[in-house]
């Protein structure tokens, strides 16, 4: 059983076009993120949920929506895609207090 | 901006050789763990290290915390060409953020 999931795992799209990422934990953990890694593989985090709830929003364009529906869940939608969008975006996951996070494979967006 | 920051950027060893990265940060901190990623690959959590622990051991590994110079060391003994990957070190200032940084590329050689 893969602890964290997103999909699709590529995504090609052309400039303006909206598209969504999921992502699932069965983990039970109370925390779940997004962090974007580009291509020299910096990893950046966008956004982090508690609860359900928006706990960081890391200065991110507003075109980036996450939405959680309940705590195995962060999706994450982006309206108006643009060339610099394109990326490596991974989920990940984490129990508070109790250590490391567990990521997801990854999906890599790319813009043309 | 980037928290942590990994040295070398890239490491060339031969199997059986022991490989050694360093990372330093520039603000306090909570913890300080250690990830791999394999090519093409998410992250994987190898070890995390307390503000108040000085070292920690985990099979092959040991990381190294000093916390008055902000600076950690991952060791990895006896390499492998499985461990080729890049390693990256991360900083949680807080219960809800990891603060990544660029990553040292190791490549073991058979």
């Known amino acids: 059983d893969t602890a964290v999931s997103q999909t699709p795992k590529y995504l090609v799209t052309q400039m303006g076009n909206d598209k969504s990422i999921k992502c699932e934990q069965n983990?039970?953990?109370?925390?779940m993120y997004w962090y974007k890694q580009d291509s020299k593989k910096f990893l950046k985090i966008m956004f982090s949920?508690?609860?359900?709830?928006?706990?960081i929003n890391e200065t991110v364009p507003n075109r980036f929506s996450p939405k959680s529906p309940d705590k195995a869940h962060l999706n994450l939608h982006i309206n108006s895609l643009e060339l610099g969008d394109s990326a490596v975006y991974f989920c990940?996951?984490?129990?508070?207090?109790?250590?490391?996070?567990?990521f997801g494979s990854g999906t890599r967006l790319t813009v043309v | 901006s980037q928290q942590g920051e990994e040295d070398p950027q890239a490491l060339s060893i031969q199997e059986g050789e022991n490989a050694t990265m360093n990372c330093s940060y520039k603000?306090?901190?909570?913890?300080l763990q250690w990830y791999r990623q394999n090519s093409g690959r998410g992250l994987v959590h190898l070890i995390l290290?307390?503000?108040?622990?000085r070292e920690k051991h985990s099979g092959r590994l040991r990381v190294t915390l000093d916390t008055s110079k902000k600076s950690s060391s991952l060791l990895i003994t006896a390499s492998r060409a499985a461990d080729t990957a890049s390693y990256f070190c991360?900083?949680?200032?807080?219960?809800?953020?990891?603060?990544f940084g660029a990553g040292t590329t190791v490549t073991v050689r058979a």
């Open positions: 949920y508690n609860n359900k709830e928006l706990i």
């Open positions: 983990l039970g953990h109370d925390t």
């Open positions: 990940a996951s984490s129990q508070q207090g109790m250590g490391g996070y567990t």
């Open positions: 603000t306090s901190i909570n913890n």
């Open positions: 991360a900083t949680g200032d807080n219960d809800y953020k990891l603060s």
């Open positions: 290290i307390r503000s108040n622990e």
